[in-house]
């Protein structure tokens, strides 16, 4: 008979009762007989195999439990690692994007699909609420501010593996920019006289840099300076003469803004196959750094009068005012630290771009080589030919009389275009 099949239990718990009874009647009657003997022996065997039937089933019931549970581990274990390889490719993902300073379409295009196509299988609907809140208007969001939206976004992706410790992504942005940083300062131990380092590559400079009575700006600093989306342009045709941009917990960039001198060129450039659209002189520079409880200190420092400083516990009308002006991506609502600027002067713009002649720049701001700063210039020097681009640079306010005296000073000539209208150098 087997055990631990659940009638014969019941079977023999059916005779255990009937020897029982049987036991306490032969007791009764013949008092502690043989017969009395054997019935207790029966008893005492069926009591053994009860025990060891309500052992067995204890036993079963613990070992299937446990099989459960082992189960339930397996398979908490297989999403586990299955979500681990997916948010870390994700966030791979997204900072590979800004690894060149410059977010393409095809690049959102493809993380669009690796978050519907993956992440989504495993998000939970409140984690992609949370995702969907921080990518809230950031059509035209500086890089600087997608480093901050990407770090956000891997913390929610991070504390659905492990509540215990959520990642802080302000430290994390903060460590990203420190390796800004340190590109910055490698670059500049570099840097010889007119050559540059543009990105990995060496580039020297062949072009001399004839001076002339009237100007020198072919001898002083070229830039290159990254914007994102349409609020630079919009506030450029509206008269503000700053090229603006702003940081999360960094300065990297303001300190890259106070490097730059006195009629320094700076070169805008425009991402999605424009390239660079204008050139601009450096008149100064403004940097407003935000604190708590709405304060706010303005450093302004036009170039060739002395610096100053103001803030919001004395001049908070002008502080107000200026920050109307300047901060065209309203920055301190958004929660940035700083927001800085260079005050120019437009010289020249191409609202169709130039593409890009020279090396890659892939970052906001950086001190620009040389040769290419001329390449440029010639390039938007051919610009002043034609009918469409001259009346570009007459809408953004251009001093084209001075643009005009600098190339003519560099014995500057226009570059050439093939039949096709493509750039010939």
């Known amino acids: 008979m087997n055990l631990k099949s659940k009638d014969s239990f019941f079977w023999w718990l059916f005779i255990f009762f009937v020897l029982l009874g049987l036991t306490v009647i032969v007791f009764i009657v013949n008092g502690n007989t043989w017969?009395?003997?054997?019935?207790a022996a029966c008893l005492g065997a069926i009591i053994t195999i009860i025990a060891t039937r309500l052992l067995l089933s204890s036993q079963s019931k613990i070992e299937e439990k446990q099989r459960e549970a082992d189960d339930v581990y397996k398979r908490n274990l297989e999403l586990y690692n299955a979500k681990l390889k997916v948010y870390s490719d994700f966030v791979s993902k997204m900072y590979e994007i800004l690894r060149d300073d410059e977010i393409e379409e095809k690049e959102i295009k493809d993380l669009r699909t690796r978050l519907f196509g993956q992440v989504g299988f495993y998000a939970s609907g409140?984690?992609?609420?949370?995702?969907?809140t921080v990518l809230q208007n950031a059509n035209h969001d500086e890089?600087?501010?997608?480093?901050?939206?990407?770090?956000?976004?891997?913390?929610?992706l991070q504390k659905d593996l492990r509540e215990d410790s959520p990642i802080d992504y302000t430290s994390f942005n903060r460590l990203w920019s420190t390796f800004e940083g340190i590109l910055d300062t490698f670059n500049?131990?570099?840097?010889?006289?007119?050559?540059?380092?543009?990105?990995?590559?060496?580039?020297?400079?062949?072009?001399d840099t004839p001076t002339d009575d009237n100007t020198n700006f072919l001898n002083n600093g070229f830039w290159h300076f990254a914007m994102w989306g349409v609020e630079q342009i919009d506030a450029l045709k509206e008269g503000k003469r700053e090229l603006n941009l702003i940081e999360y917990d960094e300065d990297w960039r303001t300190n890259?803004?106070?490097?730059?001198?006195n009629n320094d060129l700076i070169f805008l450039f425009r991402s999605g196959g424009l390239g660079?659209?204008?050139?601009?002189r450096a008149i100064g520079w403004r940097v407003f750094e935000f604190g708590e409880n709405d304060y706010c200190r303005e450093t302004l420092n036009m170039f060739g009068e002395p610096q100053e400083v103001f803030?919001?516990?004395?001049?908070k009308d002008r502080i107000e005012k200026d920050l109307a002006q300047s901060d065209i991506y309203e920055s301190r609502e958004d929660g940035a630290t700083l927001c800085s600027s260079v005050i120019v002067e437009p010289l020249v713009f191409s609202a169709n771009g130039i593409e890009n002649p020279g090396g890659v720049y892939r970052r906001t701001i950086s001190s620009y080589d040389h040769g290419y700063g001329i390449k440029q210039l010639e390039r938007f020097m051919a610009v002043l030919n034609d009918e469409n681009g001259y009346k570009?640079?007459?809408e953004m306010g251009c001093n084209i009389d001075l643009f005009k005296r600098i190339l003519s000073s560099g014995e500057i000539q226009p570059a050439s275009r093939d039949d096709n209208g493509n750039w010939l150098n």
Do not use: C, H, W
Request: net charge negative; proline share 2%.
């Open 35 to 39: 017969a009395t003997q054997v019935l």
């Open 143 to 156: 890089i600087q501010n997608m480093q901050l939206r990407f770090a956000r976004i891997a913390g929610i």
């Open 311 to 315: 803030d919001t516990n004395t001049d």
């Open 276 to 280: 660079y659209m204008g050139v601009f």
């Open 256 to 261: 890259q803004i106070k490097k730059i001198k």
């Open 126 to 132: 409140e984690m992609l609420d949370n995702i969907d």
């Open 188 to 207: 500049n131990d570099k840097k010889t006289n007119n050559e540059e380092l543009a990105d990995e590559r060496k580039i020297p400079s062949n072009y």
């Open 392 to 394: 570009s640079m007459v």
